[in-house]
Nanobody, 128 residues
Framework: QVQLVESGGGLVQPGGSLRLSCAAS????????MLWYRQAPGKERELVAL???????NYADSVKGRFTISRDNAKNTVYLQMNSLKPEDTAVYYC??????????????????????WGQGTQVTVSS
């Protein structure tokens, strides 16, 4: 089993910064892609940023130049550094892992490859 746990959300004033973290746990061998999504009240969930195992990144136009996604493969952790925050960045932020290769037995001999693991979400509120 694989679990994702986000942390780092909170209340911040416009123009401020926050750093979100998402740690994946379980008998993980590797993770291909780690992503951050967000969902504001009354809106659909949208992709914010993604990073693949080799380090390539992609961002939504609305956050380019302000947000930076990074990952620590040794810790199976992804980060989202958010600067110059705006009220419209207010949302619940979710991390997702795709292409997770993990061990299914206690002898670390059998692996399984799955996608679509989600964290529980962390609230980010940008308000004065």
């Amino acid at each position: 089993q694989v679990q994702l746990v986000e942390s780092g959300g909170g209340l911040v004033q416009p123009g401020g910064s926050l750093r979100l973290s998402c740690a994946a746990s379980g008998s993980i061998f590797s993770i291909d892609t780690m992503l951050w999504y967000r969902q504001a009240p009354g809106k659909e969930r949208e992709l914010v940023a993604l990073i693949i195992s080799g380090g390539s990144t992609n961002y939504a136009d609305s956050v380019k130049g302000r947000f930076t996604i990074s990952r620590d493969n040794a810790k199976n952790t992804v980060y989202l550094q958010m600067n110059s925050l705006k009220p419209e960045d207010t949302a619940v932020y979710y991390c997702k892992a795709d292409g997770v290769l993990y061990y299914t037995d206690i002898y670390y001999q059998k692996k399984k490859y799955e996608s679509d693991y989600w964290g529980q979400g962390t609230q980010v509120t940008v308000s004065s």
